[in-house]
Structure formats: C-alpha cells, structure tokens
C-alpha cells in the first residue's frame, strides 16, 4: 500500500523517494567559493519576484521551508559546494533546487567528469540456459551469457533534427562536476508540453554513500554539430552548444531502493536506478521543453518480458576514454538478461562500448513504431562491453508520477 506524506519541505512515498518543491531562481552571476565579483548589488528577494509568483514574499516561504539553512548571497558566492555532513542532505524530500543563473557556462560544462557507476563481470554468475517466456516475473534472477560488444555508433548531426529529445545533464558533487545523459519524456497531464525528464538515480544522489547532488542542469541536444572536443573552435558559439537553452531540474525523485542501496562500485541498487526530474528554462519564452524539442518519450511501465522486447536502441554522451563526452552516441541489438538482486525485476543488457557519461540516457524500443522509453544506462563493466539498464515498474511509475503531479 503506497501513502504519501506532505509537509514543509518534506515528501515521502512507498518506495519512492520524493524531491521538495523548493526552487530559488536567483539572477546573478556564478561564482566559485572564494570569489566574490558576483553581482553583490542586487537584492535576492526582488531578483526572485520576477521569476515566481507571489513576489518577494515568495522567497522567504522557500527560505523558510527549506530543512537546512540558506543564505542566498553566500550560496551564489560558493557555499553550495559546502558537502559537510549537515549540508549534504540525503533523506527523501530534501532535494534543495536553487537556481544561480549563469551557473552552467562553456567552460564549467567542458571541466565535467562523466559519472561512473561499474561492476566487476568476474563476480556475476551467468547461466547457459535460462529459458525464455513471455511473463516478465519469470526473468528474475536470470542472467545470460553476455553480449558480444557493439562499437557504439556516432549519432545523426544535428541533434536538433534527429535526436532532439535526448542530451546531456550537468551537475556538481562532493568530487566535482560531473556529467550523466538524459532523455525528454512525456506528461499525460501536459500532452505536448512537457517539461519532464527522465535519467538515471546515480545521476542525482550519490546513493547509500551521500545525498542529492546539486546544480543539475540538462542541455537537451548539446553539440547539436557533434564536433570532436579537439575539433572545436576555441570560442564555440553557446546556441551550438545549448541549441534549445539550458534547463534547471527544479523537482526531482528517484527511488527509495537506489537511496538506501546504490553504490557506484559494485552494481548495488542498480536494479532500480532511475530518476525524474520536472525542469526550468533559465531563459526562454515560456514555452515547454517538449515544444522546443519538438519530441518526449513514452515510458513504459509494463514492458514485455525479455524475450518478447525485440530491438532496442540506447543513446548517451560517453565520456571517459575512447570518447571525449562531446559527441552522441549509440547502440543497438537485442537484450540480454541481467539479474544482480533476484528479488528486483530483471536488468536490460545490450552489448555496447560506450563509457561513463552515457549513464542516464534512455533505451527506446526499435519495432518501428513510435519509440518508447523502457529503460536508461545504469551500469556497465570496467571493460566497456555492454550496458545495463533497470527494467521500469510500479517503483519506477510512482517516482514518475509524484513528480508530474508535484
């Protein structure tokens, strides 16, 4: 039985764990701790009003609802990268979402490292002969032998045109800034304008280890020419970077399981690593993410089993070497099965090379039709082989829907 709990700055459900509404848009210039040529002259309570209803007055609610104490003028000047153990909050709905315009430039963007989430193959046990069927519930515990590896494919230019719905996500961790993929999926409650986007757990909360990562931003189509870093003009104009603007996650869940499981060594919580986020444009004419785009993804919550899926195709932006994160990619095949928690629906493998940085982006069914969402990038070997990505069910379907209905 699924109850949800609301409260002030605070929201909970089973088997969910729940991201505050708690969103500061804050006009100013970026700043790193210790620097202090921010735009020190502007008040935050009137640079607030412009962008929220209800004024000045709606910053001090949010100022007052959030679980930890906030100043904004120090918060622009660094303090958001204080990860001491009081600061860095873990618990379910505690996410703090405060918008720094001019945050997430060029530069920021081109230092991210891409998020790694591995497992060692030598400790997986794999079965020759595991039959297949048609029910979903008997492909737990289950896993083949291992694809043979896909050389991951360069992605069709421009991604404006022809991957418009997948890009890259931005945010910053105890270690650094770090780097994961994502996808535009669809709201039924906004047919056409959606401002929802679906990636992976590890790709906002560091798991059993930490609490919610900060600053996440994602750039749907980034490099839409899909030039080589090295290949880059040294001032590469921002629309080729950012071609649809920059989007701020200001409402964001994943699950309870990868909370109070997830490792980024090990596979640990991997089997329900998966996060939605609703975002913000940081400048833009008010229109959705799903207008701009021009596409969002159905997800399915009720996939076949396995062996009835038929072709998929998983996209990201690799990061580690081969690849320089600045260039889509893909692969493409049939799925394997993948089982590290044979309580837990099955994992989704496809033979793929793409590294870290990848993780988030979505696995879209192939069969022709309109493509659907049914997995996102989780885990892979220290190899590069193959990725696997969490079958999505009920866990997944109530982090999906508290954060379309906020």
């Given at each position: 039985?699924?109850?949800?709990?609301?409260?002030?700055?605070?929201?909970?459900?089973?088997?969910?764990?729940?991201?505050?509404?708690?969103?500061?848009?804050?006009?100013?210039?970026?700043?790193?701790?210790?620097d202090d040529s921010g735009d020190q002259g502007k008040n935050p309570t009137e640079d607030a009003a412009g962008e929220r209803p209800g004024g000045g007055d709606r910053l001090g609610e949010l100022l007052d609802r959030l679980p930890i104490e906030v100043d904004v003028e120090q918060w622009k000047d660094g303090a958001w990268a204080d990860w001491d153990s009081e600061n860095w909050?873990?618990?379910?709905?505690?996410?703090?979402?405060?918008?720094?315009?001019?945050?997430w430039d060029r530069e920021r963007m081109e230092e991210a490292g891409g998020q790694e989430n591995?497992?060692?193959?030598?400790?997986?046990?794999?079965?020759?002969?595991?039959?297949?069927?048609?029910?979903?519930?008997?492909?737990r515990g289950v896993t083949d032998p291992f694809p043979a590896p896909y050389q991951a494919d360069r992605a069709a230019t421009p991604y404006s045109q022809n991957n418009p719905?997948?890009?890259?996500?931005?945010?910053e961790t105890p270690e650094g800034t770090g780097v994961c993929s994502a996808a535009v999926v669809q709201d039924p409650d906004n047919p056409g304008a959606s401002n929802l986007v679906a990636t992976a757990g590890h790709c906002v909360h560091a798991g059993v280890e930490?609490?919610?990562?900060?600053?996440?931003?994602?750039?749907?189509?980034?490099?839409?020419?899909?030039?080589?870093?090295?290949?880059?003009?040294?001032?590469?104009?921002?629309?080729?970077?950012?071609?649809?603007?920059?989007?701020?996650?200001?409402?964001?869940a994943t699950t309870n399981y990868w909370i109070e499981n997830g490792t980024m060594d090990g596979g640990n919580g991997a089997h329900q690593d998966f996060a939605v986020m609703r975002v913000e444009q940081e400048e833009g004419d008010g229109s959705s993410l799903e207008e701009q785009t021009g596409v969002a993804y159905e997800i399915d919550f009720d996939a076949p089993a396995v062996a009835g899926l038929g072709t998929l195709q998983n996209y990201g932006y690799p990061q580690s070497e081969p690849f320089d994160g600045e260039v889509m990619?893909?692969?493409?095949g049939d799925p394997t099965r993948l089982s590290l928690d044979a309580a837990e629906p099955v994992m989704y493998v496809l033979g793929c090379t793409m590294t870290a940085g990848s993780s988030g982006g979505p696995w879209l069914t192939a069969d022709g039709g309109e493509p659907r969402l049914v997995s996102v990038n989780s885990?892979?070997?220290?190899?590069?082989?193959?990725?696997?990505?969490?079958?999505?069910?009920?866990?997944?379907?109530?982090?999906?829907?508290?954060?379309?209905?906020?």
């Amino acid at each position: 039985m699924s109850s949800i709990r609301r409260g002030p700055g605070r929201r909970r459900a089973a088997g969910a764990a729940i991201a505050a509404v708690t969103v500061l848009a804050l006009t100013a210039t970026a700043c790193g701790p210790g620097d202090d040529s921010g735009d020190q002259g502007k008040n935050p309570t009137e640079d607030a009003a412009g962008e929220r209803p209800g004024g000045g007055d709606r910053l001090g609610e949010l100022l007052d609802r959030l679980p930890i104490e906030v100043d904004v003028e120090q918060w622009k000047d660094g303090a958001w990268a204080d990860w001491d153990s009081e600061n860095w909050l873990r618990e379910a709905g505690e996410y703090i979402g405060i918008i720094i315009e001019d945050f997430w430039d060029r530069e920021r963007m081109e230092e991210a490292g891409g998020q790694e989430n591995s497992v060692d193959e030598d400790d997986i046990e794999e079965e020759e002969s595991a039959p297949e069927t048609g029910d979903p519930a008997d492909d737990r515990g289950v896993t083949d032998p291992f694809p043979a590896p896909y050389q991951a494919d360069r992605a069709a230019t421009p991604y404006s045109q022809n991957n418009p719905g997948v890009g890259k996500l931005f945010f910053e961790t105890p270690e650094g800034t770090g780097v994961c993929s994502a996808a535009v999926v669809q709201d039924p409650d906004n047919p056409g304008a959606s401002n929802l986007v679906a990636t992976a757990g590890h790709c906002v909360h560091a798991g059993v280890e930490g609490g919610w990562f900060r600053q996440v931003m994602f750039v749907p189509a980034y490099n839409d020419g899909g030039q080589d870093f090295v290949d880059q003009p040294a001032e590469n104009p921002f629309e080729e970077v950012a071609p649809f603007g920059l989007w701020w996650a200001a409402d964001v869940a994943t699950t309870n399981y990868w909370i109070e499981n997830g490792t980024m060594d090990g596979g640990n919580g991997a089997h329900q690593d998966f996060a939605v986020m609703r975002v913000e444009q940081e400048e833009g004419d008010g229109s959705s993410l799903e207008e701009q785009t021009g596409v969002a993804y159905e997800i399915d919550f009720d996939a076949p089993a396995v062996a009835g899926l038929g072709t998929l195709q998983n996209y990201g932006y690799p990061q580690s070497e081969p690849f320089d994160g600045e260039v889509m990619h893909s692969c493409t095949g049939d799925p394997t099965r993948l089982s590290l928690d044979a309580a837990e629906p099955v994992m989704y493998v496809l033979g793929c090379t793409m590294t870290a940085g990848s993780s988030g982006g979505p696995w879209l069914t192939a069969d022709g039709g309109e493509p659907r969402l049914v997995s996102v990038n989780s885990i892979g070997p220290v190899t590069s082989t193959w990725l696997a990505g969490p079958r999505l069910d009920a866990s997944a379907e109530e982090v999906f829907d508290v954060v379309r209905r906020g």
